[in-house]
């Protein structure tokens, strides 16, 4: 690896106008495409020494996308705790409240009863909305080993929350 060229801020500075129209396209939303700019910007300063120097416009492009996907993941999250906290609120009396407070504190025993990889993944792709391609991705595996361990830990939760 031989480090960012010496002109790395010049090349950034010009990748700009790219990095806006792929920005537009993907947020759809001129505020937020603006801050995905900014985000990449400074991803990519700050880890200018891993740059290979070779395809400056597609390295850009990999942090953007993974930044969006980031933000994705955290906008949905935020909308259905909040969608779910107040169809909760609306639906359950507080003596049920209790009731599910204890079954989703057995569910979370339970899941921590499956073993690894297959509990990160199953969390992953059951809790924290990670689709199973990303996570084959990411763990370097093919797409039939994740969907295999993430089937045998939910084939696993189940039949444990059958016998309890």
């Known amino acids: 690896m031989s480090g960012p060229p010496d002109d790395f801020g010049a090349q950034l500075g010009a990748m700009l106008p790219a990095m806006r129209r792929r920005a537009r396209n993907l947020t759809r939303d001129i505020t937020r495409s603006e801050d995905m700019v900014g985000d990449t910007v400074l991803r990519a300063w700050s880890s200018r020494e891993r ?3 070779q395809n ?3 390295w850009l492009n990999r942090i953007m996308v993974n930044l969006h996907i980031n933000d994705r993941r955290r906008r949905k999250m935020v909308q259905e ?3 779910e906290d107040a169809a909760f609120d609306k639906l ?6 209790q009731d599910i407070a204890v079954e989703l ?3 979370l025993s339970l899941i921590d009863r499956i073993p690894e990889p297959w509990r990160r993944l199953f969390i992953a792709a059951k809790i924290d909305g990670v689709t199973y391609q990303e996570l084959a991705e990411a763990e ?3 797409m039939g080993t994740i ?4 089937h045998r830990a939910t084939a696993r939760l189940e039949r444990a929350l059958d016998g309890r």
């Open 105 to 107: 504190k057995q569910a």
């Open 92 to 97: 359950v009396a507080p003596a049920a409240r």
């Open 56 to 58: 400056l416009g597609g």
């Open 147 to 150: 969907q295999s361990r993430i």
């Open 140 to 142: 370097g595996l093919p």
């Open 81 to 83: 705790i909040a969608t």
């Open 51 to 53: 740059f290979d120097g």
